[in-house]
């Protein structure tokens, strides 16, 4: 049985290439290029959960009490890999918010078939 | 067209007034707890960004360019990758980033769990959020102040 | 103690720096960046050299002396693993960087907002030197994304016109989806194996080859060939390298691809689904994955980006246009080369295309650096790069017009110079394996003649208007213009002891037939 946050996660990731491939608007692609990497994000996360024996496994973090004997702990590393890929994934957002004013400025469009002057 | 240099109106500049030093503090406490609950540098210093994000919605952008040194923040950030830096080459002698400070460090060696412990990572946080904070509000500071191209 | 973490930490350290030296004044910034990669050259030469002399692949690890976990049997830490070809890699990123920097210091005079543009050129050698020396996947994709960002914001430096604005926004869609392959890729290949490290998933893989495991090389060879600009997809590399700066132009032209495209491509094949290793299992009628067809796929691309990128370079009306055609065309010998190393694994010609594949990446990154030097300075002297505006101009810059035959005969691959020895190489290789590859080779080398032929031609031609007050580019352009240049007569006339000496043992340590990458971890396995 596949679990239900792998279908949503590539449910996200299809979304954001159908958004990528299909939208014009430069806003909208910035946000098709997050919605594939949350799509990401989400099945990172989902491997570091894993049921064993049936129990619910608990967050890694120390937080003062000890976690139940027995009950299996979540992957921390996808939760690093995920968090290191969001700090990514905010330096590529603002660079692309920067841009996107700038070409405002120079084509007065936010159409992104109309940025076709390099053509030559 | 709302004039450039508008801010908010008198309720929404009281309630920042009352916010910002409590996000801040709340952002403070992520980047010092890094190490020992969840959060750490890097949601801790938006965490803090967020707070001049609001003073910047609040206050209008004439305030701001006065509270706000652009050169000065960019400084910040280069220090703040510095220290991060030189806390992973504190253990540059066996490898890099070797947690000497944990291992035989004369502080930050405290049992795990305490806030005195786990060796270079508090320095690091703190590297990271000053990091993080300067540089996301050098960055929307710097397109707020985006030149009009309509006028 | 070891000099390795040095190539990292002497462009970092440079790079944070620099906003504190600013604060000196302006001169201090270019001289600084000058200081600091010439440092990192020097370190990136030394451990090149340690690793030849060794001939041993070198694996240092982050955090501990020991990359195997307390108690458990697999590794847990982040480990760079360097053998020869990320080695001479490093060596050539941080030659080309440091001249690309130096030329900068008089190209770049009129600018503003300097500090940031020395900050981000170093942030983009750094993050090509992650590349080519680490050995975990996740730091892999890290790096990859620290020069992916640093290049989108260079394209786009000159953010006042609207070419660098155009090109930017269209290289940073184009690269940041294909980020996004590689990650997807690189998730698919944790959640199946569980581990990070390169070596360690190679024998996972062999282990357990499943559809999950072809799934994940097809997303990372898929968004690897976007990043290295392979021909259906090569539409922002002709856009964005002409828009950037020239310096910049020479770094991304002759490096980005390179270490951000080709070399991931060759190091994940060659590293984690080693194909010495697939048929090896295959041979016991074990699961295995078959790489030839991956390597026809390649062949098949390689072929299409060597015909149309030189094709397209000789319609070109802009110089940097055309080169930037070019640069396609050079990235189709070396897949090719690559290729064909997949396809006849463990054979002569196998290792003679992979030595030809390598020693064209270094040939290429030095020549077109020359080509891009040279088209900054045409830039930075007459104030335009449209050919037809540029006739006449042998008599007024005689030096750059005498670099620009000996770079343009260099990468048509004439004989005394070095592109000859890794296109005959190609060539060879090619021809010993199947003659049409050769002969479709040989199209695109004719193609690139008469595409360069035209502009030699435009240089000599009759004056024009607007060359007639021109003179040379001034000592920090022309310096590392007369290096490259000398470099490629050098390399020209000792280009069989290169080969012999460098490019074989280079090409032998990739190829791993006794998979040498994943035993130098098992020493660590063996022993904790």
């Known amino acids: 049985m596949i679990a239900f946050q792998f279908v949503t996660a590539f449910l996200m990731i299809f979304m954001g290439l159908y958004a990528f491939l299909y939208k014009r608007n430069l806003i909208k692609l910035i946000l098709a290029l997050n919605l594939v990497d949350a799509g990401i994000h989400l099945l990172l996360i989902s491997l570091g959960y894993r049921l064993e024996n049936g129990l619910l496994p608990t967050a890694p973090i120390y937080t003062g009490y000890e976690t139940l004997k027995g009950t299996p702990m979540v992957g921390p590393i996808p939760q690093a890999l995920v968090l290191t890929s969001i700090v990514i994934g905010v330096c590529v957002l603002s660079l692309a918010m920067a841009l996107t004013v700038n070409a405002y400025q120079q084509y007065e469009t936010l159409d992104v078939s109309k940025l076709r002057r390099l053509r030559g | ?151 | 103690m070891n000099v390795l973490p040095w190539v990292i930490i002497t462009p970092l350290f440079g790079a944070f720096s620099m906003p504190v030296i600013s604060l000196l004044g302006g001169k201090f910034r270019g001289h600084w960046a000058v200081i600091v990669s010439g440092l990192t050259l020097g370190i990136a030469a030394k451990v090149f050299y340690t690793i030849w002399k060794s001939n041993e692949i070198l694996v240092y690890t982050l955090g501990d002396t020991n990359p195997i976990g307390n108690g458990v049997k697999f590794p847990i830490r982040i480990i760079w693993e360097v053998d020869l070809f990320g080695a001479l890699l490093a060596l050539t990123v941080t030659f080309v960087s440091f001249l690309a920097i130096l030329y900068s210091l008089e190209y770049m005079k009129h600018d503003t907002g300097l500090d940031k543009y020395y900050a981000l050129t170093l942030v983009l050698e750094l993050g090509m030197i992650g590349i080519v020396i680490t050995g975990d996947i996740f730091n892999f994709y890290v790096f990859l994304e620290i020069m992916s960002i640093a290049s989108y914001a260079l394209v786009a430096f000159r953010n006042d016109t609207w070419e660098g604005i155009e090109a930017g926004v269209k290289y940073m869609f184009v690269g940041s989806l294909a980020s996004s392959f590689i990650l997807l890729g690189i998730a698919l290949l944790y959640g199946q194996y569980g581990t990070l490290t390169m070596a360690y998933l190679a024998m996972k893989i062999a282990e357990n080859p499943t559809l999950i495991s072809k799934v994940a090389l097809a997303f990372l060879v898929g968004g690897l060939l976007f990043k290295s600009g392979a021909v259906p997809v090569h539409m922002w590399l002709s856009d964005a390298h002409p828009a950037a700066p020239s310096s910049i132009s020479a770094m991304l032209s002759g490096l980005v691809i390179k270490a951000g495209g080709v070399y991931a491509i060759a190091r994940i094949i060659f590293g984690i689904f080693n194909p010495g290793l697939h048929s090896y299992l295959k041979a016991f009628d074990m699961p295995a994955l078959n790489l030839n067809t991956l390597g026809w796929i390649i062949i098949f691309f390689a072929c299409l980006t060597l015909v149309i990128g030189n094709a397209m370079a000789v319609v070109q009306n802009d110089m940097k246009r055309l080169f930037a055609f070019s640069s396609v065309g050079q990235i189709g010998y070396i897949l090719l080369g690559f290729g064909i190393g997949i396809v006849a694994y463990g054979d002569k010609i196998g290792e003679i295309a992979l030595t030809g594949a390598v020693y064209h990446i270094v040939n290429h990154a030095v020549i077109k650096g020359l080509l891009f030097f040279i088209a900054g300075a045409v830039i930075h002297q007459v104030g335009t790069k449209n050919l037809n505006e540029l006739s006449g101009l042998a008599r007024r810059m005689p030096f750059t017009t005498l670099s620009f035959i000996i770079g343009a005969a260099a990468i048509i691959g004439l004989p005394p110079l070095n592109g000859f020895a890794s296109k005959w190489l190609i060539y060879e290789s090619s021809a010993m394996y199947n003659p049409i590859l050769a002969v479709i080779a040989v199209i695109g080398t004719v193609f690139s003649l008469a595409a360069y032929t035209r502009v030699l031609f435009t240089f000599l031609g009759v004056e024009s208007e607007k060359v007639k007050m021109v003179k040379e580019p001034g000592n920090a352009m022309i310096v590392p213009m007369l290096v490259l240049v000398i470099i490629i007569l050098v390399m020209g006339i000792l280009s069989w002891q290169i080969s012999d000496k460098i490019m074989l043992p280079t090409a032998k340590m990739l190829e791993q037939l006794n998979g040498e990458y994943i035993m130098a971890l098992l020493k660590f396995i063996g022993g904790g």
């Open chain 2, 1 to 151: 067209m709302r004039p450039q240099n508008s801010d908010m109106g008198l309720i929404v500049k009281t309630m920042a007034r009352a916010t910002i030093p409590l996000i801040g503090i709340f952002g403070a406490y992520v980047i010092v707890h890094g190490h020992i609950t969840p959060g750490g540098g890097f949601q801790g210093g938006a965490t803090i960004a967020g707070a001049g994000v609001l003073f910047l919605v609040a206050f209008g952008l004439s305030e701001a360019k006065e509270k706000i040194n652009k050169n000065f923040y960019s400084v910040l950030e280069g220090i703040g990758g510095l220290v991060f830096l030189t806390a992973g080459m504190l253990g540059l002698g066996v490898v890099f980033f070797y947690n000497v400070l944990w291992h035989k460090g004369p502080v930050f060696n405290g049992e795990a769990g305490t806030l005195l412990s786990a060796g270079y990572l508090p320095i690091m946080n703190l590297a990271v959020g000053l990091k993080v904070y300067t540089g996301l509000v050098s960055a929307l500071f710097a397109i707020a102040l985006f030149r009009r191209w309509k006028k």
